[in-house]
Nanobody, 115 residues
Framework: QVQLVESGGGLVQPGGSLRLSCAAS????????MDWYRQAPGKQRELVAG???????KYADSVKGRFTISRDNAKNMVYLEMNSLKPEDTAVYYC?????????WGQGTQVTVSS
């Protein structure tokens, strides 16, 4: 079946790093644009980073220079490397896959940045 499963979230200190992973199954992964979104309590969901099927990347201004999105088509995986984390990065992070009519979401993984 079609599924995205995130992992790698957790509690980290300000200035620290985390690497989120998203494993895709049941899709022709290489055709999909892959995105990471996040949603903090009381806030709207926002696009954090995206990578197209061709490998082009885009980042929210708030994370540019700190986060890196990448994909490994051979492993059906997308990653979000998060460095220099700030308390305002605290949110549930969601993996998303889009191709044509298909719009698939993972279950989310909690990232908490706190001292």
């Amino acid at each position: 079946q079609v599924q995205l499963v995130e992992s790698g979230g957790g509690l980290v200190q300000p200035g620290g790093s985390l690497r989120l992973s998203c494993a895709a199954s049941g899709i022709f992964f290489s055709l999909y644009a892959m995105d990471w979104y996040r949603q903090a309590p009381g806030k709207q969901r926002e696009l954090v980073a995206g990578i197209t099927s061709g490998g082009s990347t885009k980042y929210a201004d708030s994370v540019k220079g700190r986060f890196t999105i990448s994909r490994d088509n051979a492993k059906n995986m997308v990653y979000l490397e998060m460095n220099s984390l700030k308390p305002e990065d605290t949110a549930v992070y969601y993996c998303n896959a889009k191709f044509g009519r298909s719009d698939i979401w993972g279950q989310g993984t909690q990232v908490t940045v706190s001292s």
